[in-house]
């Protein structure tokens, strides 16, 4: 049984920083990718940030460019989002996905193109 959980949120000021860890459990994703995905109250889900298992190639939405960094420990098969210069537009649940098997056109930003999700973590930003 396949297990991702999400730890690492919390309350920060708006400029601050914070760690996201995404632990994965029940099988490896080697050939797969992960990724953060993000919903505030009212709004659709989206995505945040993506990352192969092998090549580590990362893909990032473009209201985090410059500002948060995915990777990846293989060893421990667990994913990390760091978050600086955290706006209040950051405020959400974070929710980590995963997918066993990337292939050819795979779209990173489309939530359901993931097959397991954790259960979320809250970021709340103050201004």
């Known amino acids: 049984q396949v297990q991702l959980v999400e730890s690492g949120g919390g309350l920060v000021q708006a400029g601050g920083s914070l760690r996201l860890s995404c632990a994965a459990s029940?099988?490896?994703?080697?050939?797969?990718?992960m990724g953060w995905f993000r919903q505030a109250p009212g709004k659709e889900r989206e995505f945040v940030a993506a990352i192969t298992w092998s090549g580590g190639s990362t893909y990032y939405a473009d209201s985090v460019k410059g500002r948060f960094t995915i990777s990846r420990d293989n060893a421990k098969n667990t994913m990390f989002l760091q978050m600086n210069s955290l706006k209040s537009e950051d405020t959400a649940v974070y929710y980590c996905?995963?997918?066993?098997?990337?292939?050819?056109?795979?779209?990173?930003?489309?939530?359901?193109?993931?097959?397991?999700w954790g259960r979320g973590t809250q970021v709340t930003v103050s201004s």
């Open positions: 996905a995963a997918v066993t098997r990337i292939y050819g056109g795979f779209d990173y930003t489309r939530w359901n193109a993931y097959y397991y």
């Open positions: 029940g099988r490896t994703f080697s050939n797969g990718a």
